[in-house]
């Protein structure tokens, strides 16, 4: 679902230059959950950008459900990242004014998905991820895991193919990450989701189905940490 051939990723400012990481291959295959571990600063964010076509390479190619992207427009890209890819940060940037219901709709609605589609929808995956009692109420009202679980769900809205999460549990003290990254495991398996996870918490990487280590500008596999 997620290839990279040979991806490098370089910024210039005059004439200092900063390669964050080169030649760079990975895969990531449906129904595989990959961790993504690495020191603040070695570039999981760059790297999450670029798999999430957000962001282009400085070299290389980045294949998304076999298609590469690297000749493709703004806009292809943004069709295929709208069709094929779900992003979870470590902020879950819910919209303030708006239900946990209506967070999770809006994807829907902005992909032209009718409001009645949309609602069942989104209350179907609020109730998988243990909400179905919160559907009426707004982040504010929230505690800090139930939003990101809300942030999850909205990221799975429009049934992507590809997931990437970045830190999805970094701002959660160690009961509720546990919690959250257990839902967030659940939904994976049971959409039959590729995911790649960013993550500094060693203990949920080691529940993965493996784990990648970006050091130095180079991945290496978990055998090798």
Do not use: W
Request: hydrophobic fraction near 45%; proline fraction near 4%.
């Amino acid at each position: 679902m997620l290839r990279l051939e040979r991806v490098s990723r370089v910024y210039r400012q005059g004439e200092v230059t900063l390669e964050v990481f080169r030649d760079l291959c990975m895969e990531v295959r449906p129904g595989e959950l990959v961790a993504l571990v690495g020191p603040s600063g070695a570039g999981k964010s760059s790297l999450l950008h670029m798999a999430g076509l957000l962001e282009r390479p400085s070299g290389g190619e980045v294949f998304i459900a076999g298609r590469a992207a690297s000749q493709l427009g703004d806009s292809e890209r943004t069709r295929l990242r709208r069709e094929f890819v779900g992003f979870v940060y470590q902020a879950h940037h819910l919209l303030p004014e708006f239900t946990a219901l209506e967070n999770v709709m809006m994807p829907l609605r902005i992909a032209g998905v009718g409001r009645g589609i949309a609602h069942t929808r989104a209350a179907a995956l609020l109730e998988k991820m243990g909400l179905a009692f919160r559907l009426e109420h707004r982040p504010a009202q929230l505690s800090g895991g139930e939003q990101q679980r809300v942030a999850i769900a909205r990221a799975l809205a429009n049934r992507p193919r590809l997931l990437l999460a970045d830190e999805p549990t970094g701002n959660l003290d160690p009961r509720t990450s546990g919690g959250v990254f257990d839902a967030l495991v659940h939904m994976v398996r049971e959409e039959g989701l590729a995911a790649l996870v960013a993550t500094h918490n060693l203990e949920l990487a080691s529940r993965m189905d493996r784990a990648l280590m970006l050091r130095e500008g180079a991945l290496v596999a978990s055998g090798e940490l």
